[in-house]
């Protein structure tokens, strides 16, 4: 079947700390890879995506690489920012169906 | 706005009652999910819409969950007999996919949701 595990928080890092948010995934077919972003308040909002292996996903300063051989698309970004406070869910799409599947989430808390 | 609209945002109800959420997609998007969001957890998808009729509702829990969208607009999450259990926000969802294409050329665009209370 398809899942999503993503490491679990709450994170809480100081600005300009370098923020890593594990993901890891089992799919059938070849699944394309999300990260989904909420801000306090707001709905899910796409952050950035992969299609295929070894794609690498940016945005806003963040980044994930489709890795096909460890299932995994990891989140990054270098230098995080109080406005980066958010709650991230990494998720996946299969190319045999049209359903979304969604981790848990990973709350993240920068202070600054 | 030009964003997935959902009403009402909250929602309380007794238990045993009969409630109505609304989802307004973004104009133009032929496919629409609903989702359903418990403290702590990640969306559970429920039922996709492409168009008018029900693609997928392999997520629905139970029978008393149904959903419409009989112009291929606006989509109506019904829930019958409400549990305590049903308790959750509920996230509506569009894209642009059409048939026949890929849902990774398509990403979702959220509603803020609507959060559902069952007395």
């Known amino acids: 079947g398809n899942s999503v595990t993503q490491m679990e928080g709450p994170v809480t890092l100081s600005e300009e700390a370098f923020l890593t948010i594990n993901c890891t995934y089992t799919?059938?077919?070849?699944?394309?890879l999300f990260w989904y972003v909420q801000y306090p308040g707001e709905g899910l909002q796409l952050l950035l995506k992969a299609t295929k292996a070894d794609d690498k996903g940016s945005n806003k300063g963040f980044e994930a690489t489709y890795r096909k051989e460890t299932t995994s698309f990891h989140l990054e970004k270098g230098s995080v920012q109080v406005s980066d406070s958010a709650v991230y869910f990494c998720a996946l799409t299969s190319n045999t169906g049209n359903q979304f599947y969604f981790g848990t989430g990973t709350s993240l808390t920068v202070i600054p | 706005g030009a964003g997935v609209s959902q009403t009402p945002s909250n929602k309380v109800t007794e238990k045993g009652k009969y409630v109505e959420l609304r989802c307004d997609p973004i104009s133009g998007h032929t496919a629409l999910y609903w989702y359903r969001q418990s403290l702590g957890q990640g969306p559970e998808f429920l039922i996709y819409f492409q168009g008018t009729g029900a693609a997928d509702d392999s997520g629905l829990p139970n029978d008393r969950f149904f959903a419409v969208r009989p112009e291929g607009s606006v989509s109506t999450l019904k829930i019958q007999r409400t549990e305590r259990g049903d308790s959750a926000v509920y996230l509506c969802a569009s894209s642009l996919m059409a048939p026949g294409t890929q849902s990774y050329n398509s990403p979702l665009h959220f509603g803020n949701g609507t959060r559902l209370t069952v007395t």
């Open positions: 799919a059938t077919g070849y699944p394309s």
